[in-house]
């Protein structure tokens, strides 16, 4: 019912910056919260920032290592939410998911993008 698209990954040099960008499409009514999760090599998938639905811009939520760094940002109007990393370390190095929490037809469920790659090297 809801298909996530993530853009905007790659490679980058430690310090650099990166945009990832996360259109849903589909047959929904709404969309709650979003967010942005990663996956490095080896370890588990963890949360990287999460913004509700709030008309002036949502609350925002950030996992401790990427705070002060990272900017997660939604338009609802283009159904897009973005994260805007900054000062990027290796150890951000990941692939990188956005999630949306949707009502639709059927219900409401939590839907998962395919997943982009960010590399960051020293």
């Known amino acids: 019912q809801v298909q996530l698209v993530e853009s905007g990954g790659g490679s980058v040099q430690a310090g650099g910056s990166l945009r990832l960008s996360c259109a849903a499409s589909g047959s929904f009514f709404s969309i709650n919260a979003m967010g942005w999760y990663r996956q490095g090599p080896g370890k588990q998938r963890e949360t990287v920032a999460v913004i509700s639905s709030g008309g002036s811009g949502g609350s925002t939520n950030y996992a401790d290592p990427v705070k002060g760094r990272f900017t997660i940002s939604r338009d609802n109007a283009k159904n897009t939410v973005y994260l805007q990393m900054n000062s990027l370390k290796p150890e951000d190095t990941a692939v990188y998911y956005c999630?949306?929490?949707?009502?639709?037809?059927?219900?409401?469920?939590?839907?998962w993008g395919q997943g982009i790659q960010v590399t960051v090297s020293s």
């Open positions: 999630n949306a929490d949707a009502i639709h037809r059927y219900g409401k469920n939590v839907f």
